[in-house]
Nanobody, 118 residues
Framework: QVQLVESGGGLVQPGGSLRLSCVASGRIFRINAMGWYRQAPGKLRDLVAIITNGGLADYGDSVKGRFTISRDSAKNTVYLQMNSLKPEDTAVYYC????????????WGQGTQVTVSS
Protein backbone atom coordinates (compact mmCIF):
# COMPACT_ATOMS: atom_id res chain seq x y z
CA GLN A 1 0.00 0.00 0.00
CA VAL A 2 0.95 3.62 -0.56
CA GLN A 3 0.15 6.45 1.81
CA LEU A 4 -0.14 10.06 0.67
CA VAL A 5 0.21 12.89 3.19
CA GLU A 6 -0.78 16.37 2.05
CA SER A 7 0.05 19.69 3.65
CA GLY A 8 -0.14 23.40 2.92
CA GLY A 9 -3.84 24.14 2.58
CA GLY A 10 -5.56 27.00 4.34
CA LEU A 11 -7.29 30.34 4.00
CA VAL A 12 -5.89 32.98 1.66
CA GLN A 13 -7.15 36.25 0.23
CA PRO A 14 -7.88 36.62 -3.49
CA GLY A 15 -4.67 37.28 -5.37
CA GLY A 16 -2.62 35.46 -2.78
CA SER A 17 -0.49 32.35 -2.99
CA LEU A 18 -0.29 28.93 -1.37
CA ARG A 19 2.01 25.95 -1.79
CA LEU A 20 0.72 22.41 -1.37
CA SER A 21 2.97 19.43 -0.72
CA CYS A 22 2.29 15.70 -0.91
CA VAL A 23 4.63 12.94 0.20
CA ALA A 24 4.17 9.34 -0.91
CA SER A 25 5.41 6.50 1.27
CA GLY A 26 5.02 2.74 1.54
CA ARG A 27 5.54 -0.04 -1.00
CA ILE A 28 6.79 1.84 -4.03
CA PHE A 29 8.96 0.47 -6.82
CA ARG A 30 8.29 3.27 -9.24
CA ILE A 31 6.01 6.31 -9.32
CA ASN A 32 4.55 6.86 -12.79
CA ALA A 33 2.80 10.13 -12.01
CA MET A 34 1.74 12.35 -9.15
CA GLY A 35 -0.62 15.24 -9.17
CA TRP A 36 -3.52 17.17 -7.74
CA TYR A 37 -7.25 17.11 -8.25
CA ARG A 38 -9.83 19.30 -6.56
CA GLN A 39 -13.48 19.07 -5.67
CA ALA A 40 -15.73 21.97 -4.78
CA PRO A 41 -19.10 21.41 -3.04
CA GLY A 42 -21.65 20.02 -5.47
CA LYS A 43 -19.12 19.57 -8.25
CA LEU A 44 -17.14 16.70 -9.72
CA ARG A 45 -13.49 16.10 -8.90
CA ASP A 46 -11.39 17.81 -11.58
CA LEU A 47 -7.76 17.69 -12.61
CA VAL A 48 -5.65 20.57 -11.34
CA ALA A 49 -2.19 19.42 -12.42
CA ILE A 50 -0.26 16.22 -12.93
CA ILE A 51 3.40 15.45 -13.57
CA THR A 52 4.91 12.22 -14.89
CA ASN A 53 8.06 10.45 -13.81
CA GLY A 54 9.66 11.91 -16.92
CA GLY A 55 8.78 15.44 -15.88
CA LEU A 56 5.93 16.08 -18.31
CA ALA A 57 3.23 18.26 -16.76
CA ASP A 58 -0.38 18.89 -17.64
CA TYR A 59 -2.80 21.41 -16.16
CA GLY A 60 -6.50 22.01 -15.97
CA ASP A 61 -7.53 24.89 -18.21
CA SER A 62 -8.69 27.07 -15.31
CA VAL A 63 -5.28 27.07 -13.60
CA LYS A 64 -2.90 27.36 -16.55
CA GLY A 65 -0.50 30.25 -16.08
CA ARG A 66 -1.28 30.55 -12.36
CA PHE A 67 -0.35 27.17 -10.87
CA THR A 68 2.92 25.27 -11.21
CA ILE A 69 3.48 21.62 -10.37
CA SER A 70 6.90 20.25 -9.53
CA ARG A 71 8.35 17.12 -7.99
CA ASP A 72 11.27 15.82 -6.01
CA SER A 73 11.65 12.24 -7.19
CA ALA A 74 14.23 11.39 -4.54
CA LYS A 75 11.70 12.31 -1.85
CA ASN A 76 8.58 10.94 -3.61
CA THR A 77 7.12 14.40 -3.17
CA VAL A 78 5.00 16.60 -5.41
CA TYR A 79 4.38 20.31 -4.94
CA LEU A 80 1.72 22.66 -6.25
CA GLN A 81 2.55 26.36 -6.25
CA MET A 82 -0.68 28.30 -6.54
CA ASN A 83 -0.48 32.00 -7.40
CA SER A 84 -3.09 34.63 -8.20
CA LEU A 85 -5.69 32.62 -6.33
CA LYS A 86 -9.36 33.29 -7.03
CA PRO A 87 -12.47 32.52 -4.97
CA GLU A 88 -13.38 29.88 -7.54
CA ASP A 89 -10.21 27.99 -6.61
CA THR A 90 -11.84 27.18 -3.27
CA ALA A 91 -12.09 23.41 -2.96
CA VAL A 92 -10.70 20.33 -1.28
CA TYR A 93 -7.45 19.47 -3.03
CA TYR A 94 -6.56 15.79 -3.29
CA CYS A 95 -3.13 14.38 -3.98
CA UNK A 96 -3.01 11.61 -6.57
CA UNK A 97 -0.32 9.02 -7.18
CA UNK A 98 0.02 6.26 -9.76
CA UNK A 99 2.67 3.85 -8.58
CA UNK A 100 4.04 0.39 -9.24
CA UNK A 101 5.07 -2.25 -6.75
CA UNK A 102 3.91 -5.73 -7.72
CA UNK A 103 1.13 -4.15 -9.79
CA UNK A 104 0.20 -0.66 -10.88
CA UNK A 105 -2.33 1.15 -8.71
CA UNK A 106 -3.68 4.63 -8.12
CA UNK A 107 -3.88 6.21 -4.70
CA TRP A 108 -5.51 9.28 -3.19
CA GLY A 109 -4.67 11.49 -0.25
CA GLN A 110 -7.19 12.49 2.38
CA GLY A 111 -7.57 15.98 0.95
CA THR A 112 -6.64 19.45 2.14
CA GLN A 113 -8.98 22.43 2.17
CA VAL A 114 -8.06 25.55 0.22
CA THR A 115 -10.30 28.56 0.80
CA VAL A 116 -9.87 31.79 -1.14
CA SER A 117 -11.87 34.56 0.47
CA SER A 118 -11.54 38.14 1.64
Amino acid sequence: QVQLVESGGGLVQPGGSLRLSCVASGRIFRINAMGWYRQAPGKLRDLVAIITNGGLADYGDSVKGRFTISRDSAKNTVYLQMNSLKPEDTAVYYCYCNAVYATMNSYWGQGTQVTVSS
